[in-house]
Nanobody, 120 residues
Framework: QVQLVESGGGLVQAGGSLRLSCEVF????????MGWFRQAPGKEREFVAA????????YVVDSLKGRFTISRDNAGNTAYLQLNNLTPEDTAVYYC?????????????WGQGTQVTVSS
């Protein structure tokens, strides 16, 4: 059974940074392309970033390029999302997803989410 466990969220002031982690259990990590989504209060879940199984190709939505970076460590079974220069509009629950068939979106397996709150 595949499990994704996110961590690294928290409360941060505007302009601050966080690094989110997503560890995968139950299957070879390199089988998966990985992605991150987020869902702000009252809004639909939106795609943020994705990375291929070997890390050679990375995608970040245009509105977040330059502030958010996706990476992965296959030896450590972990994907990361670096969030820099955060603003209150980045407040959301951040979810990681894994897909063995294609680069997200869509996601197939999902984590439980980690809350990011940015204060002004």
């Amino acid at each position: 059974q595949v499990q994704l466990v996110e961590s690294g969220g928290g409360l941060v002031q505007a302009g601050g940074s966080l690094r989110l982690s997503c560890e995968v259990f139950g299957r070879t990590f390199a089988d998966f392309a990985m992605g991150w989504f987020r869902q702000a209060p009252g809004k639909e879940r939106e795609f943020v970033a994705a990375i291929t199984w070997n890390g050679d190709n990375k995608y970040v939505v245009d509105s977040l390029k330059g502030r958010f970076t996706i990476s992965r460590d296959n030896a450590g079974n972990t994907a990361y999302l670096q969030l820099n220069n955060l603003t209150p509009e980045d407040t959301a629950v951040y979810y990681c997803t894994a897909n063995p068939n294609t680069v997200p979106p869509p996601g197939l397996y999902w984590g439980q989410g980690t809350q990011v709150t940015v204060s002004s």
